[in-house]
């Protein structure tokens, strides 16, 4: 009999909700009682999914532990080929009532084609082997956030060193255990850190970082290759320098693309050697956002007085964004000056001058410079703070976090934050922040910020529910609490127009 011919994976199927889950760690699950049966014993998954349809490749991503208890089994090899061809990772195959012991062809098949079979025992059911995979998932996820946290926090303290280019590669050899290589667009080597990979694999690498530092329309920003086991990655700098970042890894681990999009945030703007003081402070403020000092503290360091316009923004899809996509947004706002977040936390902070600057100023013959106009960005949900001085940067921040909030429960692609104008702008601020405090005392500040998040909805308890990521019977509590600790009639609108001002000086 002929040898069958492997069927071939699909090219490309949409990307894990979390890292993969080695098989392995599933195995490990002792309370599951999963054996593998037939096939090779590494493989990772990507989702688990049900059938007992006779051929469920239609259904398949790509990926999948499929669990059956082989209801319309007639034909193993057949089966087992499509889900091969489908991309399946791995089969559980699940014992009584239909079959009594795994079927001796499903397991030759499996073996023949490669396919890790699994024995699912008759007191484990399919629910609990989907619920330990997400477990594990998001087990993975977690480890790869914090992972992802300490290696950010490692770069920028790197790149606050005196000579922060080699701290900074130093740095990113020693989070993915291989090799990082500052390169020119000719393949010269500025600066490198880390073991040296075989000269082939650094002949290929130097190869692959000449195709990214390629400064012409259609470079592309990154390329990755494999080279005899070892992982080859580079990405193009910014900063029209023509360098480009090269790594070399022997293993590729869940998070080490964003840990490199960090390092190349940071490179881009350390690196370019003609960057002058200007340029040379901002990175410095770059770098000290990103440490977590206090706007303050990173004032100095920005130069021109300002106004300063303070940006929060989301992925619009739901994703949390990584730090080259939020480098690329900064540069589509005009700033270099990007926060990418921290663990736990996907908000994009962008500081933008709120004017084009000095140069402007001179090409118009000494007129004032023209004033920055943030317009939506595809993909993303913005909050804009009103123009702000250096000293109130803080104040800035929250305004630009409630302008997000408002725009996400509004489904708005960006909401910026007004100022306080008309009447209200008369009376002098000091009496409006006293009025303020000792109107809104009796109020909590997670109970504050309801009562204003729900105001400035109209009364929305959906749009409020959605601005506060909390459940709309939530709000429903706290603005029934509200009214009662100010003891007010929150359904009059003398009383919200009173209570509306307060809170803006707060």
């Known amino acids: 009999m002929d040898e069958p011919s492997m069927p071939t994976p699909p090219a490309h199927s949409p990307g894990p909700p979390a890292p993969p889950i080695p098989l392995t760690e599933l195995l490990a699950s002792k309370d599951l009682g999963l054996r593998r ?6 493989a990772d998954l990507l989702w688990v999914h049900t059938s007992e349809m006779a051929d469920p490749y239609p259904y398949l991503l790509g990926g999948e532990l499929l669990l059956s208890a082989g209801v319309l089994l007639t034909d193993p ?38 396919l890790p079979l699994l024995e699912v025992p008759p007191e484990t059911p399919f629910t609990a082997i989907a619920r330990a995979v997400w477990r594990l998932m998001a087990e993975a996820r ?59 694999a650094a002949a290929a690498l130097a190869r692959l970082a000449r195709v990214v530092a390629r400064e012409r329309p259609g470079s592309p920003a990154s390329a990755t290759d494999t080279h005899a086991g070892t992982h080859l990655a580079a990405y193009a700098l910014g900063g029209g320098e023509g360098l480009a970042l090269a790594l070399a890894t022997r293993r590729r681990e869940a998070g080490d693309h964003t840990v490199a999009g960090i390092a190349v ?34 004032a ?25 996509t939020a480098g690329a947004l900064g540069a589509s706002l005009g ?6 977040g921290r663990e736990g936390d996907d908000t994009v902070r962008v500081l933008l001058p709120s004017t084009a600057g000095e140069a402007t100023r001179e090409a118009v013959g000494g007129e004032a410079p023209a004033r920055r106009e943030v317009t939506p960005q595809p993909g993303w949900t913005l909050g804009v703070s009103t123009p702000t001085p250096l000293a109130a940067l803080d104040s800035a921040d929250l305004r630009a976090a409630r302008a997000l909030a408002h725009a996400e429960a509004t489904r708005a692609p960006l909401t910026v934050d007004t100022p306080v104008t008309g009447l209200a702008a008369m009376i002098p601020p000091a009496q409006a922040a006293a009025h303020a405090h000792t109107l809104l005392a009796p109020l909590t500040p997670p109970l504050a910020d309801t009562l204003r998040c729900w105001l400035s ?13 909390v459940h709309r019977n939530t709000v429903r509590q706290r603005i029934g609490r509200c009214a009662v600790l100010l003891g007010v009639d929150l359904n009059d609108m003398d009383v919200r127009t009173e209570l509306w001002f307060a809170l803006r000086q707060k």
């Open 77 to 114: 090899d057949h089966y087992v080929a499509r889900l091969v061809e489908a991309g399946a990772a791995a089969l559980g195959f699940g014992v009584r009532p239909v079959h009594e012991t795994v079927p001796e062809a499903l397991i030759e098949a499996c073996d023949r084609y490669g």
């Open 335 to 340: 700033s270099a000056l990007v926060d990418a």
């Open 142 to 200: 977690h480890r790869e956030l914090r992972r992802v946290t300490r290696a950010q926090q490692a770069l920028a303290t790197a790149a606050a060193r005196p000579d922060p280019v080699p701290a900074v590669l130093h740095q990113l050899a020693a989070q993915l255990s291989g090799r990082a290589v500052l390169l020119t667009g000719r393949g010269e080597e500025v600066h490198a850190a880390g073991r040296r990979p075989p000269p082939e």
């Open 300 to 324: 100095p360091l920005l130069g021109s007085p300002g106004p300063w316009t303070v940006i929060h923004a989301r992925r619009s899809d739901g994703t949390t964004a990584d730090a080259l």
């Open 457 to 469: 909805l109209h009364g929305s308890w959906d749009r409020t529910a959605v601005a506060l990521a």
């Open 37 to 42: 049966i037939a096939g090779p014993a590494d």
């Open 265 to 298: 945030v940071l490179l881009s703007l350390l690196a370019a050697p003609h960057q002058g003081a200007d340029a040379a402070d901002r990175s410095a403020a770059l770098v000290r956002l990103l440490l977590g000092a206090t706007p303050a503290e990173v």
